[in-house]
Protein backbone atom coordinates (compact mmCIF):
# COMPACT_ATOMS: atom_id res chain seq x y z
CA UNK A 1 0.00 0.00 0.00
CA UNK A 2 1.32 3.13 -0.68
CA UNK A 3 1.55 6.12 2.13
CA UNK A 4 -1.14 8.18 0.64
CA UNK A 5 -3.79 5.53 0.28
CA UNK A 6 -2.71 4.69 4.52
CA UNK A 7 -3.48 8.12 5.21
CA UNK A 8 -7.08 8.11 3.55
CA UNK A 9 -7.39 4.99 5.57
CA UNK A 10 -6.65 6.51 9.23
CA UNK A 11 -8.43 9.84 7.83
CA UNK A 12 -11.68 7.84 7.32
CA UNK A 13 -11.26 5.31 10.68
CA UNK A 14 -10.19 8.72 13.08
CA UNK A 15 -13.73 10.38 11.46
CA UNK A 16 -15.78 7.43 12.11
CA UNK A 17 -14.44 6.94 15.19
CA UNK A 18 -15.66 10.67 16.31
CA UNK A 19 -18.40 10.08 14.79
CA UNK A 20 -19.03 7.30 16.85
CA UNK A 21 -18.06 9.35 20.37
CA UNK A 22 -20.27 11.81 19.13
CA UNK A 23 -23.65 10.15 18.05
CA UNK A 24 -23.05 8.02 21.88
CA UNK A 25 -22.94 11.29 23.54
CA UNK A 26 -25.55 13.19 21.72
CA UNK A 27 -28.21 10.27 22.58
CA UNK A 28 -27.75 10.83 26.46
CA UNK A 29 -30.30 13.63 26.85
CA UNK A 30 -30.33 14.62 30.34
CA UNK A 31 -34.22 15.97 31.43
CA UNK A 32 -34.28 18.23 34.18
CA UNK A 33 -37.40 16.55 36.56
CA UNK A 34 -40.12 17.87 38.35
CA UNK A 35 -39.08 17.58 41.99
CA UNK A 36 -42.16 20.05 43.08
CA UNK A 37 -42.84 17.80 45.75
CA UNK A 38 -39.57 17.59 47.68
CA UNK A 39 -39.67 19.54 51.07
CA UNK A 40 -37.29 20.22 53.95
CA UNK A 41 -38.83 18.49 56.91
CA UNK A 42 -36.39 21.30 58.92
CA UNK A 43 -37.24 24.98 57.52
CA UNK A 44 -33.16 25.71 57.86
CA UNK A 45 -29.97 23.58 58.88
CA UNK A 46 -28.35 24.66 62.26
CA UNK A 47 -24.34 24.22 60.96
CA UNK A 48 -21.86 23.86 63.72
CA UNK A 49 -17.65 23.55 63.35
CA UNK A 50 -16.83 20.13 62.67
CA UNK A 51 -14.19 19.76 64.75
CA UNK A 52 -13.57 21.65 68.20
CA UNK A 53 -10.49 23.28 67.64
CA UNK A 54 -9.64 25.51 64.95
CA UNK A 55 -7.16 24.10 62.40
CA UNK A 56 -3.17 25.11 62.76
CA UNK A 57 -1.80 23.86 59.21
CA UNK A 58 -4.36 27.15 57.57
CA UNK A 59 -6.43 24.62 56.18
CA UNK A 60 -10.49 24.85 55.84
CA UNK A 61 -12.19 25.55 59.14
CA UNK A 62 -15.36 23.61 58.45
CA UNK A 63 -19.26 23.61 59.20
CA UNK A 64 -21.46 21.17 59.27
CA UNK A 65 -25.21 20.29 59.27
CA UNK A 66 -27.89 18.18 58.63
CA UNK A 67 -31.23 18.05 57.07
CA UNK A 68 -34.36 15.55 56.70
CA UNK A 69 -35.34 16.17 52.87
CA UNK A 70 -38.68 14.03 51.63
CA UNK A 71 -37.97 13.63 47.98
CA UNK A 72 -40.78 13.22 45.84
CA UNK A 73 -39.75 13.26 42.14
CA UNK A 74 -42.51 12.99 39.04
CA UNK A 75 -41.47 10.47 36.86
CA UNK A 76 -44.94 9.62 35.37
CA UNK A 77 -43.74 10.23 31.70
CA UNK A 78 -41.46 7.77 32.10
CA UNK A 79 -43.66 4.86 33.43
CA UNK A 80 -42.88 1.43 31.84
CA UNK A 81 -39.77 2.61 30.74
CA UNK A 82 -35.62 2.58 31.84
CA UNK A 83 -34.23 5.54 33.02
CA UNK A 84 -30.74 6.72 35.05
CA UNK A 85 -31.40 9.40 37.76
CA UNK A 86 -28.89 11.71 38.94
CA UNK A 87 -29.16 14.52 42.41
CA UNK A 88 -27.51 17.50 40.71
CA UNK A 89 -25.80 20.33 43.03
CA UNK A 90 -24.94 23.12 40.99
CA UNK A 91 -21.67 25.35 41.78
CA UNK A 92 -23.63 28.27 43.60
CA UNK A 93 -23.11 30.94 46.37
CA UNK A 94 -21.29 30.66 48.94
CA UNK A 95 -18.86 28.45 47.54
CA UNK A 96 -17.53 24.77 47.15
CA UNK A 97 -20.05 22.80 49.41
CA UNK A 98 -19.87 19.19 49.94
CA UNK A 99 -23.19 16.61 50.41
CA UNK A 100 -23.36 13.65 51.74
CA UNK A 101 -26.78 11.58 52.10
CA UNK A 102 -28.21 8.24 53.48
CA UNK A 103 -31.62 6.60 52.13
CA UNK A 104 -34.35 5.97 54.73
CA UNK A 105 -36.40 3.64 52.53
CA UNK A 106 -33.46 2.19 50.26
CA UNK A 107 -35.69 3.57 47.11
CA UNK A 108 -32.42 5.85 46.06
CA UNK A 109 -28.88 5.35 46.07
CA UNK A 110 -26.87 6.83 49.09
CA UNK A 111 -23.96 8.70 48.14
CA UNK A 112 -21.98 12.07 48.49
CA UNK A 113 -21.26 15.04 45.85
CA UNK A 114 -19.46 18.31 45.66
CA UNK A 115 -21.20 21.38 44.01
CA UNK A 116 -20.46 21.64 40.46
CA UNK A 117 -21.79 17.63 40.12
CA UNK A 118 -24.14 14.94 39.80
CA UNK A 119 -24.40 12.28 41.21
CA UNK A 120 -26.19 8.83 40.77
CA UNK A 121 -29.24 7.91 43.07
CA UNK A 122 -31.45 5.64 40.83
CA UNK A 123 -30.85 3.23 37.83
CA UNK A 124 -33.40 0.71 36.64
CA UNK A 125 -37.30 0.63 35.63
CA UNK A 126 -39.25 2.83 36.14
CA UNK A 127 -42.89 1.17 37.31
CA UNK A 128 -44.77 4.02 39.32
CA UNK A 129 -45.35 7.44 38.66
CA UNK A 130 -43.65 9.02 41.49
CA UNK A 131 -40.29 8.24 42.96
CA UNK A 132 -40.09 8.91 46.88
CA UNK A 133 -37.58 8.41 49.72
CA UNK A 134 -36.56 10.25 52.93
CA UNK A 135 -32.87 11.59 52.66
CA UNK A 136 -30.68 12.79 55.69
CA UNK A 137 -27.93 15.09 54.08
CA UNK A 138 -25.20 16.50 55.74
CA UNK A 139 -23.97 19.62 54.12
CA UNK A 140 -19.99 20.68 54.68
CA UNK A 141 -18.98 24.07 53.91
CA UNK A 142 -15.66 26.38 54.57
CA UNK A 143 -16.58 28.46 57.68
CA UNK A 144 -14.78 31.28 55.73
CA UNK A 145 -17.13 31.40 52.81
CA UNK A 146 -20.44 31.85 55.22
CA UNK A 147 -21.47 35.04 55.72
CA UNK A 148 -25.41 34.82 56.42
CA UNK A 149 -27.53 32.37 55.80
CA UNK A 150 -27.83 31.17 52.05
CA UNK A 151 -30.19 29.02 50.41
CA UNK A 152 -28.94 25.29 48.73
CA UNK A 153 -30.72 24.34 45.51
CA UNK A 154 -30.19 21.02 43.68
CA UNK A 155 -32.64 19.02 41.35
CA UNK A 156 -33.32 15.66 39.85
CA UNK A 157 -32.06 14.55 36.48
CA UNK A 158 -32.75 11.58 34.29
CA UNK A 159 -30.76 10.04 31.53
CA UNK A 160 -33.18 7.91 29.57
CA UNK A 161 -31.89 4.60 29.15
Given at each position: ??????????????????????????????????D?????????????????????????????????????????????????????L???????????????????????????????????????????????????????????????S????????
Open positions: MNAARLSRMARFFLGLSFAIIWQTSAQAKSIVLDSGTQALEPSVAMRWKSAAPSRAGGPNLLVGTATIRVRINVMPWIKRTGRIYLSPAQQPGPISISWTSAQGRLQSGQIKSGNRMLVYSGPITTGFLEDVLRFQFTVDAALIGRPCPVFHFELDEG
